[in-house]
């Protein structure tokens, strides 16, 4: 009989040092999606202990067809899904932004207007080409692009320009301490 596999989430967001938690997760659930995104499921696992298997391999799945189609690693993704709503495909934002990526009016009427990102799918679809066009629109860089992913083009471009370091900057902070976990798991 297969016993519970534990295994320590050591991720520090922000500033804030604390004892990492403990999650458990079945074995066999590790076992099974060795399948199909064995890894991709097991960190959306490890950042939503409380996200069911199947919702899981599903967001996982979709995530994984858009990394490929859109060159965009899929640590990159899973980080902003699980920062943008916690992997919660009905999340509606403060601003209107809605599902798992948190897509903006402003791009379903321009970036991603033939899509419809109440659909997963097509939300996850949507937040790629968001942050396509940010990493085209910074030469390539990730840190930029994945600020203006929260920010805005033009925020961003106002923060490079005042000479801000953007890795302090609260949002791209927790992701690059979210994304070097997910990092170190590996692909």
Do not use: W
């Amino acid at each position: 009989m297969l016993k519970k596999l534990i295994i320590i989430l050591p991720i520090l967001l922000l500033s804030n040092i604390s004892k990492a938690p403990i999650y458990c997760i079945n074995s066999s659930d590790l076992l099974s999606s060795k399948i199909d995104n064995s890894n991709i499921i097991v960190k959306i696992r490890l950042l939503r202990p409380d996200l069911d298997y199947q919702t899981s391999k599903t967001i996982g799945l979709y995530l994984k067809e858009a990394s490929s189609k859109h060159n965009i690693p899929i640590n990159t993704l899973l980080t902003i899904a699980y920062m943008e709503s916690s992997f919660n495909q009905d999340a509606i934002g403060s601003k209107n932004e809605k599902g798992l990526m948190q897509i903006m009016p402003l791009h379903e009427n321009y970036s991603c207007k033939s899509l419809n990102t109440s659909n997963l799918k097509d939300n996850i679809e949507c937040g790629c080409r968001v942050l396509s066009e940010n990493l085209f629109n910074f030469n390539g860089d990730i840190l930029p692009a994945v600020t203006a992913y929260n920010r805005g083009t033009s925020g961003t471009k106002k923060l490079l320009r005042s000479n801000i370091d953007i890795s302090k900057v609260k949002y791209t902070s927790k992701f690059i301490s979210i994304n070097g976990y997910l990092n170190l798991i590996g692909e």
